[in-house]
């Protein structure tokens, strides 16, 4: 597509439930970029792909995280056991490589009631 | 730890005003610094900086990179309502794979 699709836009949950969040990268990007963004913070790192794998997931909070991207193109963020302090803006960019800056979506909004 | 400051935090101008954004830096083996636009929620990409002292421009936005004293700036002449947005500065370090965000600048322009 023209740009990163990021759905949905907007997700409320119930703590304790379990929420996945897609992102569809520009086509042709090999590497894919989760990040979250609280109010009033900026975006902060979670996991990072190169193709099909994780290359780097250093930043995923703790183990109710997860991310795959079976194909190397769309990506799922998968929060297992939601809590309130998962509530934030999700959002996913793509890009050639580093060298050539990030596209981002326009993120998920997720609300942990 | 790697780490960008940025400052202020928020500022509110009037339309016509011309306004300066800094971004302060720590980070190990500096690759490139950034700067992203965000008005809703998905950060658009302004500028990348690598070379110190090289000013990049487009239109009314500018923004510089100095190496030495590990800062940036960008500039925003004859602001418009539109530049309303937090103003994201970020980092690249050489052989790693992610950047580091600072909270950002909220610009708010009164009409």
């Known amino acids: 597509g023209a740009g990163v699709s990021q759905t949905p836009s907007n997700k409320v949950t119930e703590k304790g439930k379990y929420v996945e969040l897609r992102c569809d990268p520009i086509s042709g990007h090999t590497a894919l970029y989760w990040y979250r963004q609280s109010l009033g913070q900026g975006p902060e790192f979670l996991i990072y792909?190169?193709?099909?794998?994780?290359?780097?997931d250093s930043g995923l909070p703790n183990d109710r995280f997860f991310a795959v991207r079976p194909e190397g193109s769309v990506s799922t963020l998968k929060i297992q056991r939601t809590e309130r302090g998962d509530s934030a803006v999700y959002l996913c960019?793509?890009?050639?490589?580093?060298?050539?800056?990030?596209?981002f979506g326009s993120g998920t909004r997720l609300t942990v009631v | 730890e790697d780490k960008v400051v940025q400052s202020p935090l928020s500022l509110v101008v009037h339309e016509g005003d011309t306004v300066t954004l800094n971004c302060s830096y720590e980070v190990t083996n500096f690759r490139s610094l950034l700067w992203y636009k965000q008005e809703k929620k998905a950060p658009t990409f302004l500028f990348m900086l690598?070379?110190?002292?090289i000013e990049k421009k487009s239109g009314r936005l500018s923004s510089i990179l100095d190496k030495k004293e590990l800062f940036s700036i960008l500039n925003i002449t004859a602001t418009q309502t539109g530049d309303s947005a937090v103003y994201l500065c970020a980092v690249e370090a050489q052989g790693d794979d992610k950047i580091i965000f600072g909270k950002g600048t909220r610009l708010h322009i009164l009409p």
């Open positions: 690598t070379s110190s002292g």
């Open positions: 960019a793509s890009s050639f490589g580093l060298d050539y800056g990030y596209t």
């Open positions: 792909f190169q193709g099909t794998g994780a290359a780097d």
